[in-house]
């Protein structure tokens, strides 16, 4: 028998001047990157206490490795640090249209992400050497021209002795996942917009049968609006307000002008007559297929935080938020604006109604953002020509000035 001779081992120090070579980044010590801050000073000490240590010296290993990442379906890959592609699995064909074996020994990043898009490349490591490996997203070059979308996962490997080998990472192409995210929010834009339309036609055909009242929801949404930024609405909610504000009082077109012209006191039969109109707004508004609440705040906004409003003796959080917050923008414009039957009782008297019967009719951090806008921020209602408001999207003719 003959004797056995032991194959020298390959040092951290004798790879450290060259660059890996295909095969050699899955015989390292893999593991998921962590920030420096964890590390202890000593190479051999941080690489082995970070968890989910992959560690493959075995060549045969490797093979089998290899044998299993290229039949994965997702596509798989190892860059060296200057980006040369040490391993590609056969998935990365179905999304650039490239061969794997094409790409071997390449530079991936001058392959798929050139010129004006490789600031991706510096993002990338910028976020693996912060420890972010979580998803993210690359736009990537393929054969034919066009921009493919690839989420990726990646992360660090390390070499005996703690030195970096390179990155690796899996990645799902989701490019027809984008077009259709696209796709979805244009068509919502289109049906915001035609809701948008549908609002300021409704708010038109009150403007033309009684433009007091047509005022009257300009200036309360102009408030409303802005009382929803000052309590850092969600958009969704302060498009709901912003629509249902502009048509709150649409209900009245059923009362006859006479008795919302009249100067004097109104009977109790008119007054009931009045009372109707949150119900009457409603029973229009749910005709129309709202993605937001527009109805439900039109009804709710002469609801009471006591459960002394109508129609529905609502009272507390059953109030819809939204129509809280009309409610209170609502009773201040009123007040501030002159009446048939009264002259306009000022800012001072319209707050000071808010601000003592916060808690009880309504909402107190709804009054507290009123407040603020007129006594620090001095909100006013600035007039503006309806085309402008529909311009910008807004179904509204009265612009907060903060």
């Known amino acids: 028998m003959g004797t056995k001779t032991d194959t020298p081992k390959k040092s951290a120090k004798t790879r450290a001047g060259r660059l890996l070579q295909p095969g050699e980044l899955l015989t390292a010590d893999v593991r998921a990157w962590r ?5 202890t000073g000593d190479p051999s000490t941080t690489m082995t206490s970070r968890p989910w240590a992959v560690k493959t010296t075995n060549q045969e290993l490797w093979h089998e490795h290899r044998e299993l990442l290229s039949s994965l379906p997702v596509v798989v890959c190892a860059l060296a640090t200057d980006g040369t592609a040490l391993f590609v699995n056969d998935a990365i064909t ?18 798929f992400c050139p010129g ?15 420890g972010d490996v979580t998803d993210y997203q690359m736009i990537m070059n393929a054969r034919d021209g066009s921009l493919r979308t690839v989420l990726w996962s990646s992360f660090i490997a390390y070499l005996s002795g703690g030195r970096l080998a390179g990155v690796a ?36 055909v009150v403007e033309i049968r009684d433009p007091y009242t047509a005022r009257h ?17 969600s958009e969704e909610q302060a498009l709901t307000l912003s629509s249902a504000a502009a048509v709150h009082d649409i209900g009245k077109i059923n009362v006859p002008s006479d008795i919302l012209n009249k100067p004097g006191r109104l009977s109790e039969l008119e007054y009931k007559l009045i009372m109707r109109h949150s119900e009457l707004g409603y029973e229009v508004l749910k005709r129309i297929e709202f993605p937001w609440p527009v109805a439900r705040t039109v009804r709710e906004h002469h609801e009471r935080m006591d459960g ?6 609502l009272a507390g959080e059953e109030i819809l938020l939204e129509a809280r917050i009309l409610a209170v923008a609502d009773v201040v414009e009123a007040m ?14 319209a707050l000071r109604e808010i601000m003592l019967k916060s808690g009880t009719l309504y909402d107190s951090a709804v009054v507290e953002a009123c407040f ?7 909100f006013m209602w600035e007039e503006t020509n309806p085309s402008r408001s529909r311009l910008i999207g807004v179904p509204v003719v009265l612009i907060p000035r903060v």
């Open 94 to 111: 179905k999304v650039t249209g490239y061969r794997s074996d094409e790409l071997q020994g390449k530079n991936w990043w001058d392959i």
């Open 372 to 378: 603020r806008l007129f006594t620090e921020k001095r």
């Open 308 to 313: 002394s409003g109508y129609p529905s003796r």
């Open 116 to 130: 004006e898009q490789r600031h991706q490349v510096d993002d990338l490591y910028s976020r693996l050497e912060m």
């Open 35 to 39: 920030p420096r801050r964890f590390e």
């Open 169 to 204: 990472g899996i990645g799902v192409d989701i490019t027809e996942r984008k077009l259709a995210e696209e796709e979805a929010r244009q068509n919502y834009d289109r049906l915001r917009r035609s809701l948008v339309g549908t609002i300021q036609a409704l708010a038109l």
């Open 217 to 233: 929801q300009k200036r309360v949404t102009a408030l409303s609006c802005a009382i929803a930024k000052e309590l850092s609405l």
């Open 336 to 349: 501030m604006s002159h009446r048939p039957y009264r002259p306009a009782l000022g800012k001072d008297a």
